[in-house]
């Protein structure tokens, strides 16, 4: 069994960063991937980033603009260059051996003038 937690979530200006963070605990060896996944109000939930093995993954609305990067069983989401378009929840998310999901509570992100 794995629990993540996440942190880092807030309210930032157009143009402005945030760095979230998750935490994985109990059977992280287990995790093979880690990543972060996105939803905002009335949209579905749609994949942000990953990083497995050293291979990173991004959607094409983030790329050069959010870096992922993972230390252990801690993922990392560096959000640069934050638009109106980012605001929503975040959730982290990791696949273990046998592909199985878990996910974080979610963080909200809110990108406002």
């Known amino acids: 069994q794995v629990q993540l937690v996440e942190s880092g979530g807030g309210l930032v200006q157009p143009g402005g960063s945030l760095r979230l963070s998750c935490a994985a605990s109990?059977?992280?060896?287990?995790?093979?991937?880690m990543g972060w996944y996105r939803q905002a109000p009335g949209k579905q939930r749609e994949l942000v980033a990953t990083i497995s093995g050293g291979s990173t993954n991004y959607a094409d609305s983030v790329k050069g603009r959010f870096t992922i990067s993972r230390d252990d069983a801690t993922v990392a989401l560096q959000m640069n260059s934050l638009k109106p378009e980012d605001t929503a929840v975040y959730y982290c998310k990791v696949l273990d051996l046998i592909a199985y999901a878990y996910w974080g509570q979610g963080t909200q992100v809110a990108v406002s003038s």
């Open positions: 109990g059977s992280t060896f287990s995790i093979v991937t």
